[in-house]
């Protein structure tokens, strides 16, 4: 392999390597092999048009336009629009709009995102314009050492995405160390050809052989091994000074804090965290990763929240978790506070089996409210107060999580009526102190528009039915997750005048205005119910965020309360006064375990409620919609497109083997001397001899057995087939040799060449045979003599034009 060739393949590698580091932004890594293969076809026409030679503009437009097409090939019929059948109208519509479509799909969904048509777009091409840029540095204008730029723009786009989502220090070590080696690697080929070029020998000499310089053994000489010796301790220092120290806060091996927000660590007791930091960002992007899956029995699926934990203290800044007490896990968890023995007897104790995803990895644990016992592994503590699982403290920065975790939930599913919490008492005094505070900078506004919502109101109750129909009925407010997330009291203020907002603006203000009511509130943090699929497991993503108040009734205990004008949100039938009925009505009731499975027949969308999509009763329909519109199936276009794509990718790399085998054929079958002499020489030029005409046939056939270092069989054949053209070119007629003697002379020669080279070589003379340069030589002449062909007719037809024409 020539130095340059050797320069391409590791730009190309260098580039792949790199790319490696954009695999955790998607949820799949299908689109690697499709970039690694464009990549290769790209670098492949880059290393011919070297050779042609063209220029480097004429290089560089070659492999992009080859690119172009490739992509359209890969991604034709992907955004189909009425722009027609045209290339360039697919240039500027179609394959426009797929791009346009895959840059809206990176706002939208969370990361690691679906691989969409559109993002694998992005992906592919993104790889494609930096292999490039890498190419046209390091091959084309021979300077190895600015393509580390390009290379360095992808990784730190790849790390600095990565560790925005996962909220770490960017991207893996590994990703760091494929990215490295791939550099250096380009660098080293690019010293050793540059050195080459002044006559020093790398690696083996050839057989039979000393060059000079060379020192002996196939070892490399000290350049290189300086070379690589510096690349490796390099690299090495990358990645070991970051982690040791501390300053630096891991460097790359760094896993990341372990907290969670804020607090800094999990003890005897509970620090103030914030769950809410990510939850905005969860509803506005289309995050479709499912984080927790679960069977039930509970009867009312509509009322299965999966709680994380309750934010009781609000500073004028922030709701958050107060500091409380941790206790260990009991067995079976104490009755919830509050709640009078009424209220537990029409209660019923439903079970719940959770699993959660890789991806989920926050300490407290997701459960149904209120939980009366746990069933999971691993070190968790119990809060009392708000009745949640943390994870323990596994060691230094290390804490227990969810991710991954299988574990049942025991639950209360309780049933209060309207009239129970209409006659409610007053509040336990502890409970009324610590849960009506109120910080000084809250604005008045809140509590007069408390006051005005809830006149004339005669009981706690009564007056949380007004809140949260103003709410969510009568206040005029829009549910909208695009606006600013501020959670402290100018923010309530705000989302009061501006009645814009999402679900924590909604349930903040609501709990901060039934406490400057003198009633106990909070806010609960968790999922919704999600959504329930055919097999009877209900699956909640990150789209399932939520957050919701909690208000607090002397002998139902905290009762929850839904403000939140969102789609799919079920509004607890106690907080509706007009409804008698203790569970919920028929359009919102969830099918029990034994009841009949959903009907399999599609339903249309525009026909099925909110509430009934949110449990999975819509039938498949919502499952074909995930899986895209269209006729369910590739066109016929397209189907041809793919095949005429892969066996142009099957032919295209043996067309020089198909040609010179053919070639051979010919000459070797036309019975003549000089044709069969011809095919010796290009043999030899396969193998890396090449020709000279200066020579006799007797001199150029000792030179083939001198460079070829043929075996005696061999040999003597080369001989003989010179000696045929000697005689065929000074001899009489009738002295020639038997041409048919004289083929397999050639074959048997062609042999022994191929088998006096290694094997890289061989597989080069068979595939890339460096004889196929007569064909471009024919071609050049062709078109010599055409275009002389064509001066020359021009010249003939301007003279026999008049003079006042040609004027």
Same mark, same amino acid.
């Given at each position: 392999?020539?130095g340059?060739?050797?320069?391409?393949?590791f730009?190309?590698l260098?580039?792949?390597f790199?790319?490696?580091?954009?695999?955790?932004l998607v949820?799949s890594?299908g689109?690697l092999?499709?970039a690694?293969l464009?990549l290769a076809?790209?670098?492949a026409?880059?290393a011919?048009a070297? /050779?042609?030679?063209?220029?480097?503009?004429?290089?560089?437009?070659a492999?992009l336009?080859?690119?172009?097409?490739?992509?359209?090939l890969l991604f034709?019929g992907?955004?189909?629009?009425s722009s027609?059948?045209?290339v360039f109208a697919?240039?500027?519509?179609?394959f426009g709009?797929?791009?346009?479509?895959g840059?809206?799909?990176?706002?939208e969904f969370?990361?690691?995102?679906?691989?969409t048509?559109g993002?694998?777009l992005?992906?592919v091409s993104g790889v494609l314009?930096?292999g490039?840029?890498?190419?046209?540095?390091a091959v084309?204008a021979?300077t190895?050492a600015a393509a580390g730029l390009p290379?360095?723009?992808?990784y730190s786009?790849?790390?600095?995405?990565?560790?925005?989502a996962?909220?770490s220090g960017?991207a893996s070590w #590994?990703?760091f160390l494929l990215?490295?080696?791939g550099?250096?690697?380009l660098l080293?080929?690019?010293?050793r050809?540059?050195?080459?070029?002044?006559?020093?020998? +790398?690696g083996?000499a050839p057989?039979g052989?000393?060059?000079a310089?060379y020192?002996?053994?196939g070892?490399a000489?000290a350049p290189?091994?300086t070379? /690589?010796?510096?690349g490796?301790?390099a690299l090495?220092l990358?990645?070991?000074?970051?982690?040791?120290l501390?300053a630096?806060?891991g460097g790359?091996?760094?896993?990341?804090?372990?907290?969670d927000?804020?607090g800094?660590?999990?003890?005897p007791s509970?620090q103030?965290?914030?769950?809410?930091?990510?939850?905005? *960002?969860s509803l506005n992007?289309?995050?479709?990763r499912v984080v927790?899956?679960?069977?039930?029995?509970s009867?009312?699926?509509?009322?299965?929240?999966?709680r994380i934990l309750?934010?009781?203290e609000f500073?004028?800044?922030?709701?958050e978790?107060?500091?409380?007490?941790?206790?260990?896990?009991?067995?079976?968890?104490p009755n919830?506070p509050g709640v009078?023995?009424?209220?537990?007897a029409?209660?019923?104790?439903?079970?719940t089996?959770i699993?959660?995803?890789q991806?989920?990895?926050?300490?407290?644990?997701?459960?149904?409210?209120?939980?009366?016992g746990?069933d999971?592994?691993?070190k968790?503590r119990f809060e009392?107060?708000?009745?949640?699982?943390v994870?323990?403290q596994?060691?230094?920065?290390?804490f227990?999580?969810?991710?991954?975790?299988?574990y049942?939930?025991r639950?209360?599913l309780?049933n209060p009526?309207a009239?129970q919490l209409?006659?409610?008492?007053?509040?336990?005094p502890?409970i009324?102190?610590?849960y009506?505070?109120?910080?000084?900078?809250l604005?008045?506004?809140?509590?007069q528009?408390a006051r005005?919502v809830t006149?004339?109101a005669?009981?706690?109750y009564?007056a949380?039915?007004?809140?949260?129909?103003?709410?969510?009925? &009568?206040?005029? +407010?829009?549910?909208d997750?695009?606006v600013?997330?501020g959670?402290?009291?100018a923010?309530?203020?705000r +989302?009061?005048a501006d009645?814009?907002?999402f679900?924590?603006? #909604?349930a903040f *203000?609501?709990?901060?205005?039934?406490?400057?009511?003198g009633i106990p509130a909070r806010v609960?943090v968790?999922?919704?119910p999600g959504e329930?699929?055919s097999?009877?497991?209900v699956n909640v993503s990150?789209?399932?965020a939520?957050?919701?108040?909690?208000?607090y #009734?002397?002998?139902v205990?905290?009762?929850?309360f839904?403000?939140?004008?969102?789609?799919?949100?079920?509004v607890?039938?106690?907080s509706?006064?007009?409804?008698p009925?203790?569970?919920?009505?028929a359009?919102?009731a969830?099918?029990?375990? &034994?009841?009949a499975q959903?009907?399999?027949?599609?339903?249309?969308a525009?026909?099925?409620?909110?509430?009934?999509?949110?449990?999975?009763?819509c039938?498949?329909?919502?499952?074909r919609?995930d899986?895209?519109?269209g *006729?369910g199936?590739? *066109?016929?276009?397209t189907?041809l497109?793919?095949?005429a794509?892969?066996?142009a990718?099957?032919?295209?790399?043996?067309l020089? +083997?198909?040609?010179?085998?053919r070639?051979?054929?010919r000459r070797?079958g036309?019975?003549?001397v000089?044709?069969a002499?011809?095919?010796l020489g290009?043999?030899?030029w396969?193998v890396g001899?090449a020709?000279?005409?200066a020579?006799?046939? /007797?001199g150029?056939?000792?030179?083939v057995?001198?460079?070829?270092?043929?075996?005696?069989?061999?040999?003597?054949a080369?001989r003989?087939?010179s000696?045929a053209?000697?005689?065929?070119?000074?001899?009489p007629?009738?002295?020639?040799h038997?041409y048919?003697?004289?083929?397999a002379d050639v074959?048997?020669?062609?042999g022994?060449l191929?088998?006096g080279?290694?094997?890289?070589a061989?597989l080069?003379?068979? #595939?890339f045979?460096r004889s196929?340069a007569r064909?471009?030589?024919?071609c050049a002449?062709?078109?010599?003599?055409?275009?002389?062909?064509a001066?020359?007719?021009t010249g003939r037809?301007?003279a026999r034009l008049?003079?006042?024409?040609r004027g």
């Amino acid at each position: 392999m020539s130095g340059r060739a050797r320069v391409t393949v590791f730009a190309a590698l260098a580039t792949l390597f790199t790319a490696w580091s954009l695999s955790p932004l998607v949820e799949s890594g299908g689109w690697l092999p499709q970039a690694a293969l464009l990549l290769a076809l790209q670098s492949a026409v880059g290393a011919g048009a070297r /050779r042609v030679p063209l220029a480097r503009t004429l290089t560089v437009a070659a492999q992009l336009l080859v690119s172009l097409l490739a992509l359209m090939l890969l991604f034709g019929g992907k955004a189909r629009t009425s722009s027609g059948d045209g290339v360039f109208a697919y240039l500027v519509t179609d394959f426009g709009a797929l791009f346009g479509q895959g840059v809206q799909d990176v706002n939208e969904f969370a990361m690691p995102a679906p691989l969409t048509d559109g993002i694998r777009l992005l992906l592919v091409s993104g790889v494609l314009l930096i292999g490039l840029l890498v190419d046209l540095l390091a091959v084309t204008a021979r300077t190895a050492a600015a393509a580390g730029l390009p290379l360095l723009a992808l990784y730190s786009v790849a790390a600095g995405l990565t560790g925005a989502a996962a909220g770490s220090g960017g991207a893996s070590w #590994f990703s760091f160390l494929l990215a490295g080696c791939g550099y250096l690697l380009l660098l080293l080929a690019e010293g050793r050809d540059r050195l080459a070029q002044w006559g020093r020998v +790398f690696g083996a000499a050839p057989r039979g052989r000393v060059a000079a310089g060379y020192s002996g053994g196939g070892q490399a000489l000290a350049p290189v091994r300086t070379g /690589r010796r510096i690349g490796a301790v390099a690299l090495g220092l990358a990645l070991a000074v970051p982690a040791v120290l501390p300053a630096l806060g891991g460097g790359v091996l760094g896993g990341g804090a372990g907290g969670d927000g804020e607090g800094t660590g999990i003890g005897p007791s509970i620090q103030a965290v914030n769950p809410l930091v990510s939850l905005q *960002s969860s509803l506005n992007t289309q995050d479709n990763r499912v984080v927790l899956r679960y069977r039930t029995d509970s009867p009312q699926l509509s009322e299965q929240y999966l709680r994380i934990l309750a934010l009781d203290e609000f500073n004028g800044i922030k709701w958050e978790a107060s500091g409380r007490a941790l206790t260990d896990v009991p067995k079976r968890l104490p009755n919830p506070p509050g709640v009078s023995g009424d209220v537990l007897a029409g209660a019923t104790e439903v079970q719940t089996f959770i699993s959660s995803a890789q991806t989920y990895a926050q300490r407290y644990l997701p459960m149904p409210y209120p939980a009366t016992g746990v069933d999971i592994a691993g070190k968790w503590r119990f809060e009392p107060a708000g009745r949640t699982l943390v994870g323990d403290q596994l060691g230094k920065d290390k804490f227990q999580n969810a991710q991954g975790v299988q574990y049942s939930v025991r639950s209360l599913l309780l049933n209060p009526t309207a009239d129970q919490l209409k006659k409610a008492p007053a509040p336990n005094p502890e409970i009324a102190a610590e849960y009506t505070k109120v910080p000084d900078n809250l604005p008045a506004v809140v509590a007069q528009t408390a006051r005005e919502v809830t006149r004339g109101a005669k009981d706690d109750y009564t007056a949380a039915v007004r809140l949260q129909d103003y709410f969510a009925v &009568s206040g005029g +407010f829009r549910y909208d997750t695009k606006v600013s997330s501020g959670t402290g009291s100018a923010a309530i203020a705000r +989302f009061l005048a501006d009645k814009e907002g999402f679900c924590v603006h #909604f349930a903040f *203000s609501m709990a901060s205005m039934a406490r400057t009511l003198g009633i106990p509130a909070r806010v609960a943090v968790g999922f919704t119910p999600g959504e329930k699929q055919s097999d009877g497991v209900v699956n909640v993503s990150m789209r399932d965020a939520h957050a919701w108040p909690e208000l607090y #009734f002397e002998g139902v205990g905290w009762t929850r309360f839904e403000p939140t004008p969102r789609s799919g949100i079920t509004v607890p039938d106690y907080s509706r006064p007009t409804t008698p009925q203790p569970l919920p009505t028929a359009p919102t009731a969830a099918p029990s375990a &034994s009841a009949a499975q959903p009907s399999a027949g599609p339903s249309k969308a525009e026909d099925c409620p909110p509430d009934q999509k949110k449990l999975g009763e819509c039938g498949p329909a919502a499952a074909r919609r995930d899986a895209g519109s269209g *006729s369910g199936g590739p *066109s016929a276009a397209t189907v041809l497109a793919w095949t005429a794509g892969g066996v142009a990718l099957l032919v295209l790399p043996v067309l020089p +083997f198909l040609w010179r085998r053919r070639l051979r054929a010919r000459r070797l079958g036309s019975g003549q001397v000089l044709s069969a002499w011809r095919e010796l020489g290009d043999s030899a030029w396969d193998v890396g001899i090449a020709p000279d005409e200066a020579l006799s046939p /007797r001199g150029a056939a000792d030179r083939v057995v001198s460079l070829g270092r043929l075996e005696p069989a061999a040999a003597d054949a080369v001989r003989r087939v010179s000696g045929a053209v000697e005689r065929a070119l000074y001899a009489p007629p009738g002295a020639g040799h038997s041409y048919v003697e004289l083929a397999a002379d050639v074959l048997l020669a062609r042999g022994g060449l191929l088998s006096g080279v290694s094997r890289p070589a061989r597989l080069r003379a068979l #595939f890339f045979p460096r004889s196929a340069a007569r064909l471009r030589w024919a071609c050049a002449a062709r078109w010599a003599a055409l275009t002389a062909r064509a001066a020359s007719a021009t010249g003939r037809l301007r003279a026999r034009l008049p003079a006042r024409s040609r004027g």
